[in-house]
């Protein structure tokens, strides 16, 4: 099925490009992959979803089920140019794939549904796009279906993604009957018309889209609607571009003439203002039909960022300085991100890489400064999905993947091994915190180290799920992003992995964390003396815990790990974050004068900056001591004292440490500093709150959900949300077509231009029997709900709205569980 094409291994950064398909699920991205790779040269024919022969969608979960569950990528040449293309999931259980592909992405497609427009999850992938600053391109998708509508889905782009949309191409509804005007009966889509060279483009079905043909638009065309249009849409194009782009202007005020401004001149205009994320070019098609999918790819070509036109990736030290990575020209040492780890029965760990700057060389020699491990890469790799090709270096700016990596994760970054700055990090990749759990069981005692080690590689794999262990009960708890999550995590263990387990039924993943807002409990010493195996462990610390009044959603961002303030007196000052926590470990490098008057300065130095000054004498190195505290802080967070939840929302902060000499070992600092911090936690809260374990309170997972309905199913759905769910609805919007256009003539600075559907879509009929109506009257409904009540919500939607409804949730945060429903859950859970 595959053509190997040969391109030169090492082509021109500027003809480079590293995309990303990102869209609602369902809305044709495998499918669109598909025909890009076909149309390339790179496969003979066309993969299909619904047969399972997809080239991107290659794990048996994914063909079974039809849905893309991982983000694959491959490497491909158009038109002299290397596009390294990476295929992502648009269902929400699956986030953590859309977010490490965007971290290292320069650009992104966004398909969207010509029929549902601007959908749920639509929403999320594209501010995750837009939180990494990543240039967009739309490409509206299925606009050969009934109740397609174009203009409708630029103007929810404007609407609802807050972007400025510009229409570079216009449907060409064409009828088989020889009728004239895209308004007949039976008009159907049949090709697009570039509105920037006044071209119609037309696909040969028989050759399965291969052959595209082209044909002039101008005045003597036959339908003179379609002209009239595509001339407003050309004047539309120079308009909004002469608002944005001053040589466009300066062209428009030379030539007095919109039609005479050239190609080339508005093709660079909006690179120009794509590039900067000012504008969004927006395309149509019908991928399916094997329509617009060549145009596709010249504009990811002409329109999307190389990677040396997008801004220097930023990298810090330990000492808080921020450097600029790749900006220094081809000789810089090497520096690369590691955002994707795939376990292969053959190969073993497979670690996708992006290099930004350097060069990674097959044998190399690495450092991984987020893990301060050495590692050897013994093979690198070029990807097509699930086939490789061994390649003997990946240069700046590009897609690898590396072979022969024992410690990397998702997120660490990696360095030559002679590179002096050895605590260097790039920006890391924020991982979302499982929020679905569920027991995981051996089928007998044999098969307990095999499924623990499936489980380790797994969640290596995919960080957003997470074990823990129920010490009440013994049971391995696996945590997910949802039910799909598990389910699939589960077939993997034994189908990928060849282990024999069993999955309980899922639950909600609750936090816990001390009853109080703004609440702060001290245990100014703490000591730890105990004889282990014959030797000896003493310590000597204290702590203060306090509650952080914030509850959003802070997962795992390795960039925030190890930010430092430096000060002369300060070997390692830093404030860390760990699941929502924040970790302050403030240790003196200096030794305290032993005068009076040296003590006394510096206990009111150490006092004003939050300083410890250890007491006492040890041999270990700072940075030894500090992990030691910090693991030792970490221990206690792990596993709060009502159910063995983890703790979260809580600032834990070193204020006295006093060492031993021999005695106090990294183990003994690290089960001192974990005693004093539990303690911490049970004197804390509220003095009122009874017996031990009632200071803490349980959190449960608040979430941030998009329902899209029908407008006559607004009140019973909103009144669901109020009552039965637990919930709070925040926004009520769905403009009509009419006050979508009013809004946009009213404002000065873009004028939207979308061509009328009316027009584009078909017969007035159409209109009437539900297709376009249904769509058009729509309304999105945004609330925040506690995740308990949301399980089995996709049924009940359904219910509620006769199954047109549909809904999207991410994770924003956690809320506090009432003192009653808290009493049945530890009731439920302990079994009494």
Known sequence: MLVWVTHKTDIAIKNARNIGIIAHIDAGKTTTTERMLHYAGFTRRIGDVDSGDTIMDYMKQERERGITITSAAITFGWKDHRINLIDTPGHVDFTIEVERSIRVLDGAVTILDAVAGVEAQTETVWQQAARHGIPRIAFVNKMDRAGAGFGRTVREMRVRLGCRPVVVQIPLMESPSGAVGAGSSDAEFNGVVDILSMEILRWNSDSKGAKMSKSLLDAHYPDKELYQEAVKARVALVEQLSALDEHIIELFLTLEDHMAIETKDLQAAIRRLTLSSTIVPVLCGASFRNIGVQPLLDSVVNYLPSPDERPAALGRMSDGKVIEIGAGGPKERLCALAFKVIHDARRGSMVFVRVYSGQLNERAQLWNSST????????????????????????????????????????????????????????????????????????????????????????????????????????????????????????????????????????????????GAGVVSEVPTWEYDRELLGKRGRARVGVSVERLERFEDQGEDRSKLGRSSQRNDVMSADLEDHDGNEIMILISEQTPSTDEAGVRAASEKAALSGTVIPSGTTDLPMPILRTAVKNGMLAALSRGPLLGYAQTHLKVRLTDLHLY?????????????????????????????????????????????RVEVAEKDVGTVIGDISGTRRGRVLSLDGQSREESQVEDQEEGEFQLYAPPDLTYTGSLSALSTGGIATMADRKSIRAQMPLSSMVGYDSALRALTGGTGKFAMEVIGYGEVDYDRQCDLIKEMRGG
């Open 661 to 705: 000499g021999s005695d106090s070992t990294p183990a003994a600092i690290s089960s001192c500093v974990s005693a004093a911090v539990s303690e911490a936690i049970r004197l804390g809260g509220n003095s009122s709150s009874g017996e031990d374990g009632n200071n803490s309170v349980l959190l449960e997972p608040i979430m941030d959900v």
């Open 372 to 515: 301060h491990t050495k590692e050897r890469a013994n093979k690198l790799l070029q990807m097509y999905a699930m086939d490789v090709e061994e390649i003997p270096h990946i240069t700046k700016g590009n897609i690898g993947v590396v072979l022969g990596l024992k410690d990397t994760r998702t997120g660490d970054t990696l360095l030559d091994a002679h590179d002096p700055r050895k605590d260097l990090a790039l920006s890391g990749i924020k991982v979302p915190s499982p929020v679905f759990f569920a027991s995981v069981e051996p089928i007998s005692t044999s098969d307990e180290k095999p499924v623990d080690d499936a489980i380790r590689a797994l969640i290596r794999e995919d960080p957003s799920l997470g074990v823990r262990v129920d010490e009440e009960t013994g049971q391995t708890l696996l945590g997910g992003m949802g039910e799909l999550h598990l389910e699939v995590a589960q077939e993997r263990l034994v189908s990928d992995f060849k282990v024999k387990a069993e999955m309980g039924r899922m639950r909600i993943s609750f936090k816990e964390t001390m009853r």
